[in-house]
Every structure is written in structure tokens, then in C-alpha cells.
């Protein structure tokens, strides 16, 4: 990596800051002042600014119980959105592994890591994904069926993937769907003429959302965790 980018992303200033640094001679590379930025760090150099050393922060990993009332953006002129409840240095670099709109609750997952995020919301991978409805309707036996079969969405051309519906009781359903599609669940809903009033995301894969996290509140997976998706 170039000094200058390495520097950069340890600290947070631009790549133009970072360059008035060096050309300050603030920065060490193994003891040694170094101007250059396109300077290639080797594996294990100990670079210091300051004297203070820096080190690369690894990928992000978080799980957040999302609120309702916010959105999956980095930025919204209009609505609150789930990075405002986040307090860490590189949250401008996160981004959200799907989207939950701004009516559903539950399981969201952010990273930095885009590989990573790719392989849950590929389509190629089918990963599973877990809702809690709450519907103004019976949830029917005839239900279980439909949605197994496949639904014909309203302004789709084709069904969708079967999905497995769980009856919990007369209005509330376990939903289970492998496909991302736009508000796909409540349009799945009202393909059989009900309609969802409350909606929250309780699965992601094997990732089942904390239930010791408040709506609002975000934790680092554990490394098994993330592993979960590799």
C-alpha cells in the first residue's frame, strides 16, 4: 500500500493532508522519516505520525436492531437514517447489506467489507431471510400454499421463489424468503389480499438478531459470526 493512502486511512484526513505531512517530515517508517507517498510499504513496517503509531483498522462487521422511523442510507433529506445511530470513526465507509424500509424493524447487518456483503444479498447465494408479520387479516392454510408456490407480485413478470409461511396465530406469520425484491414480504401479503401492519426482521442466514440490543442500539459480530457468510 502507498504511504499516503495508508496514512489516510489510519487517521481519517484526505490524501492531500496526508501528503502535507509527510512533505512536513512528520511521518516515520521504521524508525526512518519518509517524504514519499507513493513510498511502497513493506509487510510489518512500523509507521508513527507524531511519534504515535498507526495501524490499519480491520473490516467492520455490525448487527443493529433497526428502529423504525429511519432508513437504509448513508444520507436522507427527508428521513432519519440508521447511521445516525452509529458512533464509530469510519462510519462514512459503512454501508448497509440490504436495505430494511423505513416501516420495518429488526436485523440489519453494515460493513465496510463489500466482498462480504455480496455473498448475503447475491441472489446466487439465496440466503435466507426471516420476518415476523403482524397482519389485518387471518393468516389462512390456503396462505401456505400460495406462498410456497410462488406469488405473482403486482407490476411483476414473473412468480416469485418459494417461500415458507409459518402461522403463529390467526394474524401473525414467520415469513422465510431467499429473493430481495421491492417490499417484497408486504407485496406478498397483498397478493393474497391481506395486508402487513407490522413488519421486523428477525433472521439473516444462520444470524438471528440479538435480542439483548433495544431498537437503535449495534454490536461487532464475533468472528464466528461473520464466518457464518464465508
Known amino acids: 500500500m502507498r504511504l499516503d493512502r495508508f496514512i489516510a486511512e489510519t487517521t481519517g484526513m484526505s490524501r492531500k493532508d496526508a501528503t502535507k505531512v509527510l512533505q512536513r517530515a512528520e511521518v516515520t517508517v521504521d524508525g526512518a522519516v ?3 507517498g507513493a513510498f511502497k510499504l ?3 513496517a512500523v ?11 480491520g473490516p467492520t462487521y455490525l448487527m443493529m436492531h433497526k428502529p423504525l422511523g429511519c432508513v437504509c442510507a448513508n444520507d436522507d433529506g427527508l428521513h432519519l437514517t440508521v447511521f445516525s ?25 453494515i460493513t465496510d467489507d463489500g466482498q462480504w456483503s455480496h455473498r448475503i444479498t447475491s441472489p446466487k447465494q439465496q440466503c435466507p431471510k426471516v420476518y415476523h408479520a403482524w397482519l389485518a387479516e387471518p393468516v389462512t392454510e390456503n396462505d401456505i400454499t400460495a406462498f410456497a408456490q410462488g406469488l405473482q407480485l403486482k407490476g411483476e413478470t414473473t412468480l416469485t421463489a418459494p417461500a ?3 402461522i403463529i396465530n390467526e394474524r401473525e406469520a414467520l415469513v422465510q424468503v ?24 428477525e433472521q439473516v442466514g444462520a444470524l438471528t438478531l440479538d ?3 433495544a431498537p ?7 468472528a464466528e459470526e461473520v464466518a457464518l457468510f464465508y
Open 34 to 36: 519518509q517524504k514519499k
Open 42 to 44: 513493506p509487510a510489518q
Open 47 to 57: 509507521v508513527k505520525w507524531n511519534n504515535e503509531p498507526l495501524e490499519l483498522v
Open 85 to 109: 445511530y452509529i458512533n464509530l470513526p469510519n462510519k462514512d465507509k459503512l454501508h448497509t447489506v440490504g436495505r430494511l424500509d423505513l416501516d420495518t424493524s429488526g436485523l440489519l447487518l
Open 164 to 166: 415458507v409461511l409459518e
Open 178 to 201: 431467499h429473493e430481495g425484491r421491492y417490499h417484497q414480504v408486504r407485496r406478498m401479503f397483498a397478493a393474497v389480499g391481506n395486508k402487513v401492519e407490522q413488519l421486523h426482521r
Open 211 to 213: 435480542t439483548d440490543l
Open 216 to 222: 437503535g442500539e449495534y454490536r461487532a459480530l464475533s
